[in-house]
């Protein structure tokens, strides 16, 4: 397992859970670093990983995408077809293997690449207000079709077998964040996180399921295989939703110091490995931690794991590396 993170420092941060195993231990282990280094000109905007691949990608406001193969801990070198600071990313893989890589860029465009070389299939314009940004993107586990959420309100749906816009509306409030998910009985869905809202939609006709209130801004989530939502931002907790009853099924109050700005899921339970119990957040405060989610219920959980990047994070990424 690894973790990438990006932050406003213009630093990419690189870290292994290989050796991370679940203890008693009343302090935190330290998170084995894989690379620190300025990769980017200016602010890192996103990150995305492929699952199981190794493969990362970072986005900043330098107009351009990096590439990183975490095996080997290697930087592959930048994609310049973006004209504007890259505002999201996400990819889509089949199995072990990564297809596609999709980014948003500030300039309102969203651009396919192929993961294999990473050609560029096709540009499009994500919203029909020209050059509106989609701050989020999620591409659904059929690869068929991907969501974008916008900065000024909208939500677009995207074809990308045709490589073009099939589906937009507005949103009462711009959401912050946008993730394809299964509640526990398999039901195929989608969830988005609206300033101190988060919503569960019918992924076949939109309609609301859920709408879960929270104290303060959300600005990060991350669905686990088990119908388990997790949630975090202003509030500096993590919160646990039962995507099947929208209520809250557990929480850590304080995870962090400041605002949570990433979460990542590690869910293998095909493998029945113990990774599947394990969550990272990440914070503006600089600190990246790894918790079991079977000792949240705990009033005062210790994290497994912590590293102190010492920067301001603006986003965080994971990969089992299978």
Same mark, same amino acid.
């Given at each position: 397992?690894?973790?990438?993170?990006?932050?406003?420092?213009?630093?990419?941060?690189?870290?292994?859970?290989?050796?991370?195993?679940?203890?008693?231990?009343?302090?935190?282990?330290?998170?084995?670093?894989?690379?620190?280094?300025?990769?980017?000109?200016?602010?890192?905007?996103?990150?995305?990983?492929?699952? /199981?691949?190794?493969?990362?990608?970072?986005?900043?406001?330098?107009?351009?995408?990096?590439?990183?193969?975490?095996?080997?801990?290697?930087?592959?070198?930048?994609?310049?077809?973006?004209?504007?600071?890259?505002?999201?990313?996400?990819?889509?893989? #089949?199995?072990?293997?990564?297809?596609?890589?999709?980014?948003?860029?500030?300039?309102?465009?969203?651009?396919?690449?192929?993961?294999?070389?990473?050609?560029?299939?096709?540009?499009?314009?994500?919203?029909?207000?020209?050059?509106?940004?989609?701050?989020?993107?999620?591409?659904?586990?059929?690869?068929?079709?991907?969501?974008?959420?916008?900065?000024?309100?909208?939500?677009?749906?995207?074809?990308?077998?045709?490589?073009? /816009?099939?589906?937009?509306?507005?949103?009462?409030?711009?959401?912050?964040?946008?993730?394809?998910?299964?509640?526990?009985?398999?039901?195929?869905?989608?969830?988005?996180?609206?300033?101190?809202?988060?919503?569960?939609?019918?992924?076949?006709?939109?309609?609301?399921?859920?709408?879960?209130?929270?104290?303060?801004?959300?600005?990060?989530?991350?669905?686990?295989?088990?119908?388990?939502?997790?949630?975090?931002?202003?509030?500096?907790?993590?919160?646990?939703?039962?995507?099947?009853?929208?209520?809250?099924?557990?929480?850590?109050?304080?995870?962090?110091?400041?605002?949570?700005?990433?979460?990542?899921?590690?869910?293998?339970?095909?493998?029945?490995?113990?990774?599947?119990?394990?969550?990272?957040?990440?914070?503006?405060?600089?600190?990246?931690? #790894?918790?079991?989610? /079977?000792? #949240?219920?705990?009033?005062?959980?210790?994290?497994?794991?912590?590293?102190?990047?010492?920067?301001?994070?603006?986003?965080?990424?994971?990969?089992?590396?299978?």
């Amino acid at each position: 397992m690894a973790l990438v993170a990006g932050s406003y420092e213009r630093f990419i941060w690189g870290f292994s859970l290989k050796a991370l195993a679940a203890s008693a231990a009343e302090e935190a282990q330290p998170l084995a670093p894989l690379f620190s280094y300025p990769a980017h000109a200016g602010p890192i905007r996103c990150v995305a990983a492929a699952p /199981r691949a190794g493969l990362a990608a970072s986005g900043g406001a330098d107009d351009s995408i990096r590439l990183y193969d975490l095996r080997a801990a290697a930087d592959l070198g930048p994609l310049l077809d973006p004209s504007a600071a890259v505002s999201a990313l996400a990819f889509h893989s #089949i199995g072990p293997v990564p297809r596609n890589l999709l980014a948003a860029s500030d300039d309102g465009l969203l651009h396919l690449y192929d993961a294999d070389g990473f050609a560029l299939l096709t540009s499009l314009r994500v919203f029909p207000r020209g050059r509106e940004a989609a701050d989020a993107l999620a591409v659904h586990p059929s690869g068929r079709v991907a969501l974008a959420v916008g900065r000024a309100g909208g939500l677009s749906m995207v074809n990308l077998l045709r490589g073009r /816009r099939s589906f937009t509306c507005r949103l009462e409030r711009p959401a912050s964040t946008v993730a394809y998910s299964e509640d526990a009985a398999g039901g195929d869905r989608f969830v988005m996180a609206a300033e101190e809202k988060v919503t569960v939609h019918d992924s076949e006709d939109a309609r609301i399921i859920h709408e879960m209130p929270c104290d303060k801004r959300v600005l990060a989530l991350a669905p686990s295989k088990n119908g388990i939502l997790y949630t975090g931002g202003e509030d500096r907790g993590i919160t646990a939703w039962d995507l099947s009853t929208g209520k809250v099924s557990s929480r850590i109050e304080g995870a962090h110091s400041t605002r949570v700005k990433g979460i990542v899921v590690f869910d293998n339970r095909n493998d029945g490995s113990e990774s599947s119990t394990l969550v990272a957040s990440a914070s503006s405060d600089g600190i990246i931690r #790894i918790w079991d989610v /079977r000792m #949240i219920g705990n009033e005062k959980p210790t994290p497994l794991a912590e590293a102190n990047t010492k920067a301001r994070l603006t986003c965080l990424a994971g990969t089992s590396l299978k």
